[in-house]
């Protein structure tokens, strides 16, 4: 069984977080059964973006990294207060082990952030949250990466995408990964993705 370890920061978006968990648990249930999810975060009780509240299966003192396969990291809101846990050195510590081990990490929207702030995009290619009215690529730059403009950069073990509107192919993607083209191809199939 593939673990997944589906970090949660207060604030984090709702429908970012639910595409690793549907996708995987499709998986889980329908396709080749090898992945299990499990929601951590910092607090007992999670509020997202909308108030939505969520209670997350663990907290992050509660489990051992090394008992993962893959990091998933859905990205939030500033004004949710989304970066007070997400730059935190609890997350840093969590997305620098992943990184050292070549574990897949894959990120929603300005999750890539996260990423950034604890330095392994240094150097490396990668996008975030881009509209005309946003400032997020000018930050994800600031780190030292190198800016993509496409949807979806997969460098490596590394995913990053540029909005809310990628989650499900991320969350593929990461599927893939973890299992091969044609289960991800079945489960897609099942869940009407054609």
Not at 125 to 141: D, G, I, M, N, W
Request: a negative charge; hydrophobic letters at 45%.
């Amino acid at each position: 069984m593939k673990k997944i370890l589906l970090l949660l920061a207060n604030g984090f978006e709702a429908v970012e977080a639910s595409v690793f968990t549907d996708v995987l648990g499709w998986n889980k249930w329908e396709g080749d059964g090898s992945t299990e999810v499990v929601t951590v975060g910092l607090h007992a009780q999670l509020q997202c973006t909308w108030n939505f509240k969520v209670t997350p299966e663990k907290l992050l003192h509660e489990i051992a990294l090394e008992d993962f396969d893959a990091l998933a990291i859905p990205g939030g809101f500033e004004e949710a207060g989304f970066y007070t846990d997400a730059f935190s050195e609890e997350f840093q510590m969590v997305v620098r082990h992943f990184d050292k081990q070549q574990k897949p990490i894959a990120t929603i929207c300005v999750a890539s952030l996260i990423l950034a702030h604890s330095g392994i995009l240094q150097n490396r290619l990668a996008t975030t949250y881009h509209h005309p009215t946003s400032k997020r690529l000018a930050q994800l730059e600031s780190y030292g990466v190198t800016i993509v403009d496409e949807r979806i950069v997969q460098i490596g073990h590394i995913i990053t995408s540029s909005n809310p509107g990628t989650g499900f192919d991320v969350a593929f993607r990461l599927l893939e990964i973890l299992t091969s083209t044609a289960n991800t191809q079945k489960v897609q199939d099942l869940m009407g993705f054609h």
